[in-house]
């Protein structure tokens, strides 16, 4: 059985930074794509950053671009998400994603954890 895992979420101020933490079981260890989406309720669902297993680069959505990153550690299976220079429109909740390839982890995960709040205040 897969599970995701988020933790890391929390208040942080404007302009600060947190790191947010997947743990993950059951995935084959680095053979897959990983992700990381937030919402907001009441808005669509919008993809931050994603890495392919063998990609050399990961691909982030505009709004994150030099701000966040992504990463994993594939001896501890977790996945990371480093985010600095937060602003009020970072809070949502996050969420990490994994599937098999890196189009699935862009359209339509299979994996999915559960969500850690990120509120960032002013």
């Known amino acids: 059985q897969v599970r995701l895992m988020e933790s890391g979420g929390g208040l942080v101020q404007f302009g600060g930074s947190l790191r947010l933490s997947c743990t993950t079981s059951?995935?084959?260890?680095?053979?897959?794509?990983i992700g990381w989406f937030r919402q907001v309720p009441g808005h669509d669902r919008e993809g931050v950053a994603c890495m392919a297993t063998s990609q050399i680069r990961p691909t982030y959505g505009e709004s994150v671009k030099g701000r966040f990153a992504i990463s994993r550690d594939i001896a501890n299976d977790t996945i990371y998400l480093e985010m600095s220079n937060l602003k009020r429109r970072d809070t949502a909740v996050y969420y990490c994603t994994a599937d098999p390839n890196l189009h699935g982890v862009v359209t339509n995960a299979r994996h999915w954890g559960q969500g850690t709040q990120v509120t960032v205040s002013s």
């Open positions: 059951g995935l084959p260890r680095g053979n897959y794509a």
